[in-house]
């Protein structure tokens, strides 16, 4: 969420709009953002026929008012902020042109509202963090910009490296603790070893220990307070553990990785990230990609 300086707000005139303005305000005032480019998309701009000759002096062009409202919404935000600030109304599929819009502007990160309590017209959320090149923070009504808590569910792999390093670098920005989840699971067929559900999973999570050694030794760690926790998953729902782990110990933020291992998976998300955006809970979530990684694949992606 920090030195990101190109962002996209996803707006959709929404009560979580004004959610989303507040928290892309307060992320300016201590984030040093270069360009903010909300971004409003409808399917289409124009006014059905009829209603535009039955009602010729009451219907200006629809982009018109939505960019009239949302101006003012913005300014009146951002009026004590020194920051770049473009509005845009874009027609057609919200998913296409939101992944357009995001190569475009060479954005760095996308702000996009979680829905749970807000009714609005219903950006795809999943699809557009699934294909799109850079990172996505999903916002809930009572995010915190400066979180104090933060959460980073990890298996440990090459692949969650990136995301550790950049909930690192946001803890020590704004002094918060971090907690590293890790879940582990008893593989099927344990039985063939002669040991006991209970010994094998102690097996499983000597060897997570030890795989976390490994991962921290690989960083360059300069903040010496990282909790790790270790969760055994025994029906196979690692999402609902980080899930329900995150809501309960009342964490700020959640950071997730992208599988990363190829030049397809690092663009669409793991299982269990893609079911946390999909989740109803309140807590926010930033998915960490990476930006230069995924630019050529989005770029063939939207030639087709």
């Not at 990101?4 to 979580?16: N, P, V």
């Not at 090149?133 to 298996?155: G, M, Q, R, W, Y």
């Not at 110990?249 to 998976?265: C, E, M, N, P, Q």
Request: hydrophobic share 40%; glycine share 4%; net charge negative.
């Amino acid at each position: 969420m920090y030195k990101f300086k190109r962002l996209l707000i996803c707006l959709d005139q929404s009560d979580m709009d004004d959610t989303l303005i507040k928290a892309a305000a307060e992320y300016a005032t201590f984030g040093r953002a270069d360009n903010m480019y909300f971004v409003t998309v409808v399917k289409s701009l124009q006014v059905p026929a009829a209603i535009n000759k039955q009602y010729p002096d009451v219907f200006v062009p629809l982009d018109e008012g939505i960019e009239k409202e949302m101006n003012k919404r913005i300014e009146n935000a951002f009026s004590d902020i020194t920051c770049d600030c473009h509005f845009d109304v874009l027609e057609g599929d919200p998913t296409h042109q939101i992944i357009r819009w995001a190569q475009v502007k060479d954005i760095d990160l996308i702000i996009m509202g979680k829905k749970q309590y807000h009714i609005g017209k219903g950006i795809t959320s999943r699809n557009i963090v699934n294909i799109v090149h850079c990172s996505v923070l999903f916002v809930t009504a009572n995010s915190k910009i400066e979180p104090k808590t933060i959460l980073l569910p990890t298996d440990f792999s090459k692949a969650s490296h990136l995301a550790f390093q950049k909930a690192v670098k946001i803890a020590s920005l704004v002094n918060a603790t971090l907690t590293c989840l890790h879940t582990y699971e008893v593989p099927t067929g344990f039985h063939a070893t002669g040991k006991t559900y209970d010994e094998f999973a102690e097996i499983i999570l000597h060897h997570s220990k030890e795989d976390f050694k490994e991962f921290i030794q690989e960083e360059d760690i300069t903040m010496p307070d990282i909790k790790v926790e270790y969760l055994l998953d025994k029906h196979g729902h690692p999402n609902k553990i980080v899930g329900d782990y995150a809501q309960s110990h009342r964490f700020d933020l959640v950071v997730i990785g992208s599988k990363g291992r190829t030049a397809l998976s690092s663009v669409l998300l793991g299982s269990v990230a893609a079911k946390l955006v999909d989740a109803d809970f309140e807590v926010p979530i930033l998915v960490i990609k990476s930006k230069e990684a995924n630019l050529k694949l989005i770029d063939a992606i939207l030639r087709l």
